[in-house]
Nanobody, 128 residues
Framework: QVQLVESGGGLVQPGGSLRLSCAGS????????IGWFRQAPGKEREGVSC????????YYSDSVKGRFTVSGDKAKNTVYLQMNSLKAEDTAVYYC?????????????????????WGQGAQVTVSS
């Protein structure tokens, strides 16, 4: 069955960096979009980024554009989220999820309800 496992979360100071990994099994990365999402305490889950490894398409929300970079390693069936210049407002549980391949195409869509299989989440805390 489809499984996603996030790793790489932790505590970092403002301005610091972290790299999250999303290791997938039970599916082939090229046939899906992988989305990254986050949920802060008391807030709704929001889309952060997506990637389609079949054509290299990526997309970022305005809140992370220029600071976060999503990439994929097909051989490892793993997607990464490199997070730089982290801010306190980036503190949240970060999730990856699979979606239909078109979700990160010409009209990217990172609405959480459109994604199907989810990982367990990784806590990212940005604090001094």
């Amino acid at each position: 069955q489809v499984q996603l496992v996030e790793s790489g979360g932790g505590l970092v100071q403002p301005g610091g960096s972290l790299r999250l990994s999303c290791a997938g099994s039970g599916f082939t990365l090229d046939y899906y979009t992988i989305g990254w999402f986050r949920q802060a305490p008391g807030k709704e889950r929001e889309g952060v980024s997506c990637i389609s490894t079949s054509d290299g398409n990526t997309y970022y929300s305005d809140s992370v554009k220029g600071r976060f970079t999503v990439s994929g390693d097909k051989a490892k069936n793993t997607v990464y989220l490199q997070m730089n210049s982290l801010k306190a407002e980036d503190t949240a549980v970060y999730y990856c999820a699979t979606g239909e391949i078109w979700l990160c195409g010409s009209y990217p869509n990172i609405e959480p309800h459109r994604y199907e299989y989810w990982g367990q989440g990784a806590q990212v805390t940005v604090s001094s």
